[in-house]
């Protein structure tokens, strides 16, 4: 463990800068990321990188490359300007009697791609405008999760400030795509990064998330016969079609939470495995019999299910759901995430390390934080899995009080992401070790 002369230099150092990290994050917040336009919100972290002393490597996604793991996303839309930017302290060069005092290594992992704003008339601030309001920053992403790659910035930012200098290899990841399949950390660990530990800063409100969902991305797309309205029989609706598969799904949704009731993590929860359906198409003519529907469905499912098995029943039930209407066929085809989810295994020396440094700042902090890191429950997809699953790796989710994620005025607190880089500064002592620089 740090000893604390070198924890109150930290501490310190996170407190000094804390005003440059606000404006760092409104920066961020003011890049437009959505989808396939994160560039300039990566320019911002490129950069960022680089003042950190970092070697930074910038890639483009490649589908094909994503093509060869099972746990890709679908891939939907161009790739061509979605990149990935990764920025790494120098690996140790320490052999023999040395090499056994060097560190663990660590990845911070975030996302720099946000969600739409929505209406912005149902916005009180400037969705991009970083606004800070009663101890609040607001705008499209600041919680989801541009606040936690501000995190991860500054505290290795801080301990560098405090004269030190980590023993293990730290390497900080900023990917697009978590909001839709994940590809962004699965091209970063298609390209060989991993590390003893990762933490990804996702608002988590100062708790570590135990287990994740699953989730898959799906649309159904169902064809029918077109008429006249006036002659209505001689068509088959798509639309009315549609209701019967997604009827349908109703029960399989309903069945799949029957089962979680019994999982070691959701089982106290109600109704953890939703269905969601996002997007519906049809029709072009309200006096025409529409012949074609099309329904994006977000679907969770339990963290053991392997994606394929899941994705197979509901292939089934939609199969079986219009089976015995003539003329009217259905399929169901992946636009997005494919991802099993992940459970946190207990007892493992991250968490433990995490817990340590997270207690620390609470007591410091003079209780205005959660004393004892605690675990949750996430109902949603977080970028965990990917080193999880397919890595071994243990996948720390930790990060900040955000509320209105998704929503008009997302906001975060700004005293627990004070407290949470303070925390992941520690981390970054306790684990990889650290030397005077």
């Given at each position: 463990?740090?000893?604390?002369?070198?924890?109150?230099?930290?501490?310190?150092?996170?407190?000094?800068?804390?005003?440059?990290?606000?404006?760092?994050?409104?920066?961020?917040?003011?890049?437009?990321?959505?989808?396939?336009?994160?560039?300039?919100?990566?320019?911002?972290?490129?950069?960022?990188?680089?003042?950190?002393?970092?070697?930074?490597?910038?890639?483009?996604?490649?589908?094909?490359?994503?093509?060869?793991?099972?746990?890709?996303?679908?891939?939907?839309?161009?790739?061509?300007?979605?990149?990935?930017?990764?920025?790494?302290?120098?690996a140790p060069t320490a052999s023999g009697a040395d090499a056994e005092d060097a560190g663990r290594s660590l990845i911070f992992n975030g996302h720099i791609d946000v969600v739409p704003v929505g209406k912005e008339e149902?916005?009180?601030?400037?969705?991009?405008?970083?606004?800070?309001?009663?101890?609040?920053?607001?705008?499209?992403?600041?919680?989801?999760?541009?606040?936690?790659?501000?995190?991860?910035?500054?505290?290795?930012?801080?301990?560098?400030?405090?004269?030190?200098?980590?023993?293990?290899?730290v390497q900080l990841q900023s990917v697009p795509e978590e909001e839709c399949t994940g590809n962004g950390s699965m091209s970063a660990l298609l390209r060989g990064h991993t590390a003893d530990a990762v933490v990804i800063p996702e608002p988590s409100g100062e708790r570590v998330v135990g287990a994740h969902l699953g989730?898959?991305?799906?649309?159904?797309?169902?064809?029918?016969?077109?008429?006249?309205?006036?002659?209505?029989?001689?068509?088959?609706?798509?639309?009315?079609?549609?209701?019967?598969?997604?009827?349908?799904?109703?029960?399989?949704?309903?069945?799949?939470?029957?089962?979680?009731?019994?999982?070691?993590?959701?089982?106290?929860?109600t109704h953890p495995l939703n269905f969601n359906i996002g997007t519906f198409h049809?029709?072009?003519?309200?006096?025409?019999?529409?012949?074609?529907?099309?329904?994006?469905?977000?679907?969770?499912?339990?963290?053991?299910?392997?994606?394929?098995?899941?994705?197979?029943?509901?292939?089934?039930?939609?199969?079986?759901?219009?089976?015995?209407?003539?003329?009217?066929?259905?399929e169901l085809e992946k636009i997005g995430f494919f991802a099993q989810g992940y459970r946190l295994p207990q007892g493992t020396d991250a968490e433990a390390v995490l817990a340590g440094a997270h207690k620390a700042i609470a007591e410091a902090a003079g209780g205005d934080g959660p004393d004892e890191l605690t675990r949750k429950l996430m109902a949603g997809y977080i970028d965990s899995r990917v080193f999880g699953c397919f890595a071994d790796m243990p996948a720390l989710v930790y990060g900040p009080l955000s509320e209105r994620l998704h929503g008009a005025d997302e906001r975060v607190n700004l005293d627990s992401l004070r407290r949470v880089t303070k925390t992941l500064a520690l981390f970054i002592a306790d684990w990889c070790g650290v030397d005077e620089a």
């Open positions: 463990m740090t000893d604390q002369q070198h924890r109150d230099k930290i501490i310190a150092a996170v407190d000094k800068a804390f005003d440059e990290q606000t404006g760092f994050l409104a920066d961020l917040v003011a890049a437009q990321t959505q989808r396939g336009q994160e560039s300039s919100g990566q320019d911002l972290m490129e950069a960022a990188y680089k003042r950190l002393g970092l070697d930074v490597e910038r890639w483009t996604l490649d589908p094909a490359e994503l093509a060869t793991h099972p746990g890709s996303g679908a891939v939907t839309v161009d790739y061509s300007n979605t990149e990935v930017v990764v920025g790494s302290t120098q149902l916005w009180t601030r400037d969705p991009y405008g970083g606004e800070i309001v009663d101890g609040h920053m607001y705008g499209r992403g600041v919680g989801d999760m541009k606040a936690g790659l501000s995190a991860s910035v500054y505290a290795l930012a801080a301990v560098q400030a405090a004269g030190l200098r980590p023993r293990g290899r989730v898959i991305w799906c649309q159904l797309t169902v064809r029918a016969r077109a008429a006249h309205a006036a002659t209505m029989s001689e068509g088959l609706n798509a639309i009315d079609a549609a209701w019967v598969a997604i009827g349908k799904l109703r029960e399989l949704e309903e069945k799949w939470n029957a089962a979680a009731a019994s999982d070691p993590d959701f089982g106290g929860e049809a029709g072009d003519w309200p006096s025409s019999v529409p012949d074609a529907c099309t329904v994006g469905i977000r679907v969770a499912y339990l963290p053991d299910v392997p994606a394929e098995d899941a994705f197979a029943e509901l292939q089934s039930c939609v199969a079986d759901a219009v089976a015995d209407l003539d003329g009217v066929s259905a």
